[in-house]
């Protein structure tokens, strides 16, 4: 069984940055992508990053990029997502998810296992 838990959202305000971490356990962590997914109320669920199993490839969704950086440290089991330059439009629910695959994909539905989530809120 595999375990995502996310940790580090909270209130920022417009401008400001947050650090969202995803601890994993449960099976080799190093060996499968990984991604972060988020979503707003009354809105689907969107893709927002995603890294490779070795963490040489990266991809961002285009309202983040330059902003969000995405990576991971295979020794802690940790994939990061560092968030500067916030936006109130950034204000969501973030999971991170992770899939039976070396290489990331922009679709939730190839994921197998998702966090719980963690909330970020932005105040203009």
């Known amino acids: 069984q595999v375990q995502l838990v996310e940790s580090g959202g909270g209130l920022v305000q417009a401008g400001g940055s947050l650090r969202l971490s995803c601890a994993a356990s449960?099976?080799?962590?190093?060996?499968?992508?990984m991604a972060w997914f988020r979503q707003a109320p009354g809105k689907e669920r969107e893709f927002v990053a995603a890294i490779s199993w070795s963490g040489a490839s990266t991809y961002y969704q285009d309202s983040v990029k330059g902003r969000f950086t995405i990576s991971r440290d295979n020794a802690k089991n940790t994939v990061y997502l560092q968030m500067n330059s916030l936006k109130p439009e950034d204000t969501a629910v973030y999971s991170c998810?992770?899939?039976?695959?070396?290489?990331?994909?922009?679709?939730?539905?190839?994921?197998?296992?998702w966090g719980q989530g963690t909330q970020v809120t932005v105040s203009s």
């Open positions: 449960g099976r080799t962590f190093s060996s499968y992508a």
């Open positions: 998810a992770t899939r039976y695959d070396r290489h990331w994909t922009t679709a939730s539905q190839l994921y197998d296992y």
